[in-house]
């Protein structure tokens, strides 16, 4: 996987970029027709704390189309059954929103990264 240096450090930079980016499900080869991108905030973040009526610190968000962002919300209610249904690892997200934080991460990168 390639690394590059994060292009922001500041937050409100960091989730427009996490917003260009595609959505994390898509990638993994769960396609959508939706091509809208939304910075969801981690419901368990890997950073900071998230209480009653507050979302996680934006450092905790991950891109997810329109579609995936949905049924997240609506259908499975918790990231652990939402990345296992995927076939994923159950803190896929948390994993994947420290990478991008940490610059980890780059829009060319062609595999998962991890």
Same mark, same amino acid.
Request: charged residues 25%; contains cysteine; glycine residues 6%.
């Given at each position: ?7 922001? =450090?500041?937050? @409100?930079?960091? $989730? ?8 994390? %499900? ?5 396609? *959508? ?21 507050? =979302?996680?610190? @934006?450092?905790? $968000? ?8 949905? %049924? ?5 209610? *918790? ?36």
């Amino acid at each position: 996987m390639k690394k590059q240096k994060h292009p922001f =450090k500041n937050l @409100d930079n960091h $989730i427009q970029y996490v917003k260009s980016l595609p959505c994390v %499900i898509c990638e993994a080869g769960f396609s *959508s027709t939706h091509k809208i991108v939304q910075a969801h905030h981690l419901l368990k973040p890997w950073v900071g704390t998230r209480g009653m009526s507050m =979302k996680a610190d @934006d450092r905790n $968000i991950i891109p997810l189309c329109l579609h995936h962002h949905q %049924i997240l919300h609506t259908k499975y209610g *918790s990231e652990k059954l939402f990345f296992e249904s995927f076939g994923l690892p159950a803190d896929y997200g948390k994993q994947y929103a420290k990478s991008l934080w940490e610059g980890k991460i780059s829009p060319s990168d062609d595999d998962l990264p991890f």
